[in-house]
C-alpha cells in the first residue's frame, strides 16, 4: 500500500498529539506514577480524545491513510483502543475500521486489537489474543476463544505467534524497562 501525502495533515498532527500524551500518562499510570488528580486528569483526556476522535468520524467516516497518512491512522487506532469507557462508540469505531481495511485505507492488524479490545470490553472472549492484564505476578493473556487454532487466525490478520508476542510483551512490561510505550503494551494492551 503506498501512501501519499495525507488530505489532513491538521487532523493527522492532532490525533499524533492526542495519542502521544496519552501514551506518556499510560506509561505512568501502568507504573503507578500518577497521583489521585493526574490519574483523573489521564482519564478526561481519554475522554476528550473519545470526543475528538467521534467529531472525525462523523464527519470524515474513519481517518485512514489516504486522510491522516500511517501515523495519522495508527494514532486513531490508539485513541479507539483507549476509549474503553464508551462501548457503543468502541463498537462504532471497531466497524468503521473494518469498512476502511476493506477499502485499503487502514492496516487489518489495527482492526484485528481493536475487534478484541472491544470483545473484552463486552464480556466476551478476544479472537486474536492481542489483549493482555498486568498482574502482580506477571503478564495473562485476556480470555480467549479457541486457543488452540490462536496462531492460525494470528496468522490470517498479519500478527506473529502467540510465544513471540507474549515475550515481547513481558519485555516491555518489565520494571527496569524504560520506554512510554509499555502502556501500549501492559494492562489490557494494544500490543502483541
Avoid at 28 to 52: C, I
Avoid at 59 to 76: I, N
Avoid at 90 to 110: G, I, K, S
Amino acid at each position: 500500500m503506498t501512501i501519499a501525502e495525507p488530505k489532513r495533515p491538521d487532523l493527522a498532527r492532532e490525533l499524533i498529539a492526542r495519542a502521544q500524551a496519552s501514551t506518556a500518562h499510560r506509561a505512568k499510570r501502568v507504573r503507578n506514577q500518577l497521583d489521585a488528580v493526574q490519574l483523573g486528569q489521564s482519564r478526561h483526556a481519554d475522554h476528550a480524545n473519545t470526543k475528538f476522535l467521534r467529531r472525525i468520524l462523523a464527519e470524515h467516516d474513519w481517518p485512514g491513510l489516504r486522510l491522516v497518512g500511517t501515523a495519522g491512522a495508527r494514532a486513531a487506532w490508539r485513541i479507539a483502543l483507549h476509549s474503553d469507557d464508551d462501548l457503543c462508540f468502541q463498537r462504532a469505531a471497531t466497524r468503521l475500521l473494518e469498512r476502511a481495511v476493506q477499502a485499503d485505507d487502514a492496516f487489518l492488524h489495527h482492526w484485528a486489537h481493536l475487534h478484541d479490545r472491544t470483545l473484552i470490553n463486552s464480556g466476551r472472549e478476544q479472537e486474536f489474543g492481542t489483549q493482555f492484564f498486568l498482574r502482580s505476578d506477571g503478564i495473562e493473556l485476556c480470555p480467549l476463544r479457541a486457543p488452540e487454532s490462536l496462531d492460525e487466525r494470528r496468522a490470517s490478520v498479519g500478527l506473529v505467534p502467540i510465544a513471540v508476542a507474549l515475550d515481547a510483551v513481558r519485555r516491555r512490561c518489565a520494571p527496569d524497562h524504560r520506554s512510554e510505550d509499555v502502556a501500549a503494551t501492559c494492562g489490557l494492551a494494544d500490543a502483541a
